[in-house]
């Protein structure tokens, strides 16, 4: 098992930022925002020469009474449909395992859900493939996303591509008086305030004002924020992550005001601005549902990302290794029961308020 340490580090990064897989939660960046929860360990693949071809970050996790647990996000960072370097890199997270004793590793790729080829070799590999989720509840990652493909495209090709109603929503706000600026991490404690209008708004918890902190301070160069502000004062703002060949859009906040003057649209056309400019080949929406339905609460978040003219994604979903079945069957129907109880407690907090 060959592991990313103080020797190899900068090989790695320097391979993860070159690889057309690059992920941000596949860097040393982000293992180090989730330090205060999990440990990182980032597994290698190399040829006979040393040169690394493969890897897979992840994080590991004691869960009270079960044991160790294993995740990777958007792992693994390879060609995967090499059933060579996908065995190399499996035999090391099965050392993995035995070193923590881990009851069971869960992998959600970045990999397209027809993608029969990688099925197949995983599967022969020995791993199992849950893919039947459809809302954000059921996965940790976003099974179904919006990715819009920049690659070698001008301002004026992505523009043009957009919804008629994007592109008149993105010149009202320039219209209107919006200004979009980039974020200091002072301005974080604003982006915060109107992130807890976001999620009283629209009924999801959100990070401590800390975490942002923790992510900007952790990621660097690679964090973008962008505020929007009407009269000077700010009214929305969205938080991207540049990394390698992509930009992902990963949190977004709204105030309750002057959302007639359409910044949320504005802020993404920035957004995408600056991808275009770094020569970058995806701007990340990142999640919606699966469940494409005018009637479903979370219709609305499709509908504005589907705007954009992005690709409706469908990821595979989740594959993993199951080291323990006994134990982790125990450990999913205790989720299950963690999950519907956190439900309930959710709803009555609501009907008190």
Not at 251 to 261: D, K, M, Q, T
Not at 277 to 294: A, C, L, N, P, T
Not at 335 to 342: C, H, T, V
Request: charge should be positive; proline fraction near 3%; charged fraction near 35%.
């Amino acid at each position: 098992m060959k592991l990313v340490d103080e020797n190899n580090i900068e090989k790695y990064n320097e391979f993860l930022k070159k690889h057309n897989r690059c992920n941000f939660q596949q860097s040393i960046e982000w293992g180090k925002v989730k330090a205060q929860s999990w440990k990182n360990e980032i597994v290698l693949a190399e040829d006979k020469n040393e040169n690394i071809i493969g890897s897979i970050s992840v994080l590991i996790r004691k869960i009270p009474i079960f044991g160790y647990l294993m995740y990777s996000s958007r792992g693994p960072v390879c060609n995967i449909h090499d059933e060579k370097v996908l065995k190399q890199l499996t035999e090391g997270l099965k050392e993995l395992a035995k070193k923590y004793n881990a009851f069971v590793l869960k992998i959600e790729p970045d990999i397209k859900s027809e993608d029969k080829e990688f099925r197949e070799i995983v599967t022969e590999l020995g791993y199992g493939i849950k893919d039947n989720a459809k809302n954000f509840s059921e996965e940790i990652q976003p099974r179904y996303v919006f990715r819009l493909d920049i690659k070698d495209k001008t301002e004026n090709e992505i523009f043009e591509a957009f919804q008629q109603k994007t592109r008149y929503n993105i010149r009202l706000a320039t219209k209107k008086g919006v200004i979009v600026k980039e974020g200091k991490r002072e301005d974080l404690k604003d982006f915060h305030e109107i992130m807890k209008i976001t999620g009283k708004r629209d009924n999801f918890i959100i990070r401590p004002l800390e975490y942002f902190q923790k992510m900007y301070d952790e990621l660097g160069e690679h964090a973008k924020l962008l505020m929007a502000y009407y009269e000077d004062k700010p009214i929305s703002g969205i938080f991207n992550i540049d990394y390698g060949n992509k930009v992902w859009y990963l949190y977004g906040a709204s105030s309750n005001e002057h959302r007639n003057l359409m910044p949320n649209y504005l802020l993404q056309w920035e957004g995408i601005k600056y991808a275009i400019k770094e020569h970058k080949d995806i701007y990340d929406f990142r999640g919606v549902s699966g469940v494409i339905d005018e009637t479903h609460p979370q219709y609305g978040l499709y509908r504005f990302k589907k705007g954009f003219n992005a690709e409706f994604t469908e990821f595979i979903g989740e594959i993993y290794l199951n080291f323990k079945p006994i134990v982790y069957k125990m450990y999913k129907i205790s989720e299950k029961i963690f999950k519907k109880a956190r439900g309930i407690i959710r709803k009555l907090k609501g009907e008190v308020k």
